[in-house]
């Protein structure tokens, strides 16, 4: 049974920075794609940023140049540095992982609260 947990969630002021992480257990294969969603109140679930199992990023528009991706294979764990948080960036973060017969795995959520 693969698990992810994930931590580093918390509340920061605007313009504040965040690290979050995720691992997984459970899974003797490996991961392909890792990533991030968030979801505010309100709103459906949106993709934040994907990594590839060799290393190509992608992010939504809004938070390139602030977030970075970033895996440990050894460790199945995926990483997200936030910088310059903003309000809008308010949200519930889930981790994802895909597996290589193509399942996919979420993560629990962790609440990331920027105040302005």
């Known amino acids: 049974q693969v698990q992810l947990v994930e931590s580093g969630g918390g509340l920061v002021q605007a313009g504040g920075s965040l690290r979050l992480s995720c691992a997984a257990s459970?899974?003797?294969?490996?991961?392909?794609?890792m990533g991030w969603y968030r979801q505010a109140p309100g709103e459906q679930r949106e993709l934040v940023a994907t990594i590839t199992s060799g290393g190509a990023t992608n992010y939504r528009n809004s938070v390139k140049g602030r977030f970075t991706v970033s895996r440990d294979n050894a460790k199945n764990t995926v990483y997200l540095e936030m910088n310059s948080l903003k309000p809008e960036d308010t949200a519930v973060y889930y981790c994802t992982f895909r597996d290589p017969r193509l399942n996919d795995y979420w993560g629990q959520g962790t609440q990331v609260t920027v105040s302005s």
């Open positions: 459970g899974n003797r294969f490996g991961f392909n794609t």
